[in-house]
């Protein structure tokens, strides 16, 4: 029986490559791992039927990007923001027991409404998966958004990440 939800401490451990096995997929180890918790996986739900993961990073004055992008204008990148959906889409097919390590490999439409800034208290993520495919690459497609404080402000389409197995 897989979890259905998982701490900081198992995302941990799951940078260290002890959640999914050795050679498997691994989510960064911070400061690039851009979320505190997964509070919903499941192979069956998402806008698609086909499985989503969401998650919650807690937004402190103090993170590491906020001193340096930009000065006297602090906001997180973008692409932080991407990042972690894609890291999400990984972790998911690590979830599935499927091999390889994950990478990801592109997406398709992005749409930035908002930036998140030092005052957003909580931002959520979510991916559904639209697509996964099994064989030699195992990939996965997904459709992701963040929120800052419960406002959609990332939307981003056909997000692609795969599994990778050593030769």
């Given at each position: 029986?897989?979890?259905s939800s998982y701490s900081y401490e198992d995302l941990l451990a799951c940078g260290r490559g002890?959640?999914?096995?050795?050679?498997?997929?691994?989510?960064p180890l911070p400061p690039m791992l851009m979320f505190d918790r997964?509070?919903?996986?499941?192979?069956?739900?998402?806008?698609?039927?086909?499985?989503?993961?969401?998650?919650?990073?807690?937004?402190?004055?103090d993170l590491w990007f906020f001193g340096c992008h930009f000065q006297g204008d602090p906001v997180m990148p973008?692409?932080?923001?991407l990042d972690a959906m894609w890291q999400m889409t990984g972790f998911f097919l690590g979830w599935l027991g499927e091999p390889g390590r994950?990478?990801?490999?592109?997406?398709?439409?992005i749409k930035f409404s908002k930036m998140v800034t030092p005052d957003v208290k909580l931002v959520e993520y979510g991916i559904d998966i639209k697509k996964l495919r099994r064989?030699?690459?195992?990939?996965?497609?997904?459709?992701?958004?963040?929120?800052?404080?419960?406002e959609t402000i990332y939307q981003a389409k056909d997000l692609r990440v795969g599994l990778f197995r050593a030769e």
């Open positions: 029986m897989r979890q002890e959640l999914f096995g050795p050679g498997n997929a691994q989510l997964i509070t919903e996986i499941s192979e069956d739900g998402g806008e698609h039927g086909k499985g989503c993961v969401r998650a919650e990073f807690d937004i402190k004055s973008g692409c932080l923001g994950g990478r990801a490999i592109s997406t398709g439409e064989g030699r690459l195992v990939l996965g497609i997904a459709d992701g958004w963040l929120k800052a404080d419960g």
